[in-house]
C-alpha cells in the first residue's frame, strides 16, 4: 500500500492542489461580494433570482472549499465583507450598471469558473476534491444554461456576425 492508497481524506495535499483550491475560493469569495453589487443594481426580476441563486451558489462553495483548507491545514484568503442592500433608485442611472452587462458578466464568471473547475479536476489526485469540483462545475454548467436562457429571453445576447456564406467548391 502506497501514501495513495486508502481513504483520500487521509492523503496529503499536493502544492498544486493547495494552490487551485486556495485560489478558487479567493475568486469566489470576491465574486460573492460583486454580485450582492449587481443585486443592488439590477431591476429585472428574473435576473435578480438569478443572481440570488449565483450567490447561494458561490457561499455553498465557499463553505466546502473553506472546510477543505481548514482540515489540510491552509490558511484561507480574506474575505470581502458583505454589501449593503441599496435601493436601486438611490444610485444614479449613470453610476448603475444596466442589466444586460450584470448579466454578461456574470455568464463570463460562469465560463471561467467552468475552465477552472475542469483544470482543477484535472490537476488534483485526491477523488474527493476532484468529486467537490466536479459538483461545482455541474452546478456552474446548470447555471450558465439559465442565464443563457435568460439572455435571449431578453434579448441581451449580441452573437458575433454569422458566417452564412461559404467558399464554393472548384
Known amino acids: 500500500m502506497g501514501i495513495l492508497s486508502g481513504n483520500p481524506q487521509n492523503e496529503p495535499m499536493h502544492y498544486g492542489e493547495v494552490f487551485g483550491a486556495w485560489s478558487y475560493l479567493s475568486v469566489a469569495k470576491g465574486l460573492h461580494a460583486g454580485y450582492q453589487i449587481f443585486a443592488n443594481h439590477t431591476g429585472d426580476d428574473d435576473l435578480k433570482k438569478l443572481i440570488e441563486e ?13 472546510e477543505l483548507l481548514k482540515v489540510n491545514g491552509v490558511g484561507l484568503p480574506p ?5 449593503p442592500t441599496a435601493d436601486l433608485e438611490s444610485i444614479p442611472v ?3 450598471f444596466a442589466d444586460p452587462e450584470i448579466s454578461a458578466s456574470i455568464s463570463k464568471d ?3 469558473g467552468l475552465v ?13 476534491i476532484a468529486l467537490m469540483f466536479g459538483q461545482f462545475h455541474t452546478a456552474k454548467a446548470l447555471l450558465g444554461a439559465k442565464f443563457l436562457k435568460l439572455n435571449k429571453e431578453k ?6 456576425p454569422l458566417h452564412l456564406q461559404t467558399p464554393e467548391n472548384k
Open 155 to 160: 434579448g441581451w445576447l449580441i452573437p458575433p
Open 94 to 96: 449613470g453610476a448603475r
Open 110 to 112: 460562469i465560463a471561467a
Open 54 to 66: 449565483a450567490i447561494q451558489g458561490l457561499k455553498q462553495e465557499i463553505s466546502q472549499t473553506e
Open 79 to 83: 474575505t470581502p465583507p458583505d454589501r
Open 116 to 128: 477552472a473547475c475542469s483544470q482543477i479536476i484535472g490537476q488534483y489526485i485526491r477523488e474527493d
